[in-house]
């Protein structure tokens, strides 16, 4: 009961949000304006991007409701949360000019907010030794960096995914969804309520983003689903993990793990700044071969379905 009702709670507050702060945004024109000359801009008419903030109060509004107390682990989530939303809002305020906001700066706060989440006890410390059973624990400056690369990695390749309508968000809540059952099976309640509650925000976000899309949730709103996923996996699936559930957050977050980790090598081997916005991820790609629009994202999604299946399937290996 707790867990429907914070899926609840989360949902109605980002439905609620969403149109009044859609409506502040045409009046700022803090808005996705169309541009021929750029391939990935497939919209026809100014969009607001303003989700972001609806997605961010919802989740900790609701967060905080259920946890009761101000942890230091919470506090990081916070902070980390703000510092996102905010580098997020500025480069959010760049493209509605036309302009692009340049990656370092994006860059250090991203790992910054890593940083926050690491100090405050949220790390990825070990795993299980399948042969013996005993827990092998890694050096601190070893954990220190796997866990900056896991949620600068995630934060990032959710990002990069958020180039179609209802596709990003989409992704999330089949990830959360799947992190949810992870964290409910190994009975991780922290978890578990966290993922809930980013399945709420998540699908209140795509009732208005779902093509064609009357809100976006920009960078802002995207880097913020990403820390968020990333933080879930940190303190759930990856707790006590052996080697081989190591990668049950791995599929769970498939599809934009993967097709990102093709973009950044194919950068790579052209010479391209590997931050350099194109239209070289999946769905760009898929496009580009035939596939109208609705039709892209629900091949992602249904491919995201089977790896999460995957992911759930060792869950089940392992227990």
């Known amino acids: ?20 702060l859609s409506r502040l945004a045409h009046r700022l024109d803090f808005v996705d304006k169309p541009r ?3 391939e990935r801009k497939l919209h026809r008419q100014p969009i ?4 972001s903030y609806a997605i961010f109060v919802g989740f900790f509004l609701t967060y905080i ?11 990081a989530l916070v902070a980390g949360g703000i510092l996102l939303l905010t580098i997020g809002t500025i480069d959010d305020w760049y493209k509605t000019k036309g302009k692009d906001f340049p990656a370092l700066p994006k860059m250090i706060i991203q790992i910054s907010a890593a940083v926050l989440v690491f100090l405050s006890g949220i790390a990825f410390t070990g795993f299980v030794n399948p042969l013996n059973s005993e827990y092998i624990m890694l050096p601190i ?3 220190f960096i796997l866990t900056i690369l896991w949620i600068f990695g995630v934060t990032t390749v959710i990002n990069f995914s958020d180039g179609m309508d209802g596709l990003a968000g989409g992704l ?7 992190l949810f059952i992870v964290a409910v099976v190994k009975g991780q309640s922290d978890s578990a309520l966290m993922s809930i509650i980013l399945v709420g925000v998540t699908l209140a976000y795509l009732k208005y983003n779902k093509p064609p899309a009357k809100v976006f949730m920009g960078d802002a709103g995207a880097t913020f689903l990403g820390f968020i996923l990333a933080v879930i996996a940190l303190d759930g699936a990856f707790k006590q993990a052996t080697t081989l559930s190591l990668f049950i957050p791995i599929l769970a977050l498939g599809v934009p793990i993967f097709d990102n980790i093709f973009v950044v090598i194919k950068r790579f081997i052209q010479g391209k700044a ?7 991820q999946a769905h760009y790609r898929l496009l580009r071969a035939g596939l109208n629009h609705k039709q892209v994202v629900a091949v992602l999604y249904l491919i995201s379905t089977c790896l999460c299946l995957s ?4 869950l089940l290996v392992e227990t």
């Open 141 to 143: 400056w070893l954990q």
């Open 172 to 178: 999330s809540a089949i990830s959360a969804v799947t």
């Open 36 to 38: 021929e000359d750029v």
């Open 311 to 314: 992911s759930i399937i060792l």
């Open 274 to 280: 590997i931050y350099q916005a194109d239209a070289s």
């Open 65 to 75: 409701m259920f946890t009761k107390e101000l942890s230091w682990e919470t506090a």
């Open 1 to 20: 009961m707790i867990y429907l009702v914070a899926f609840m709670l989360s949902f109605a507050v980002v439905l609620v949000l969403i149109p009044p």
């Open 48 to 51: 607001p991007l303003t989700a």
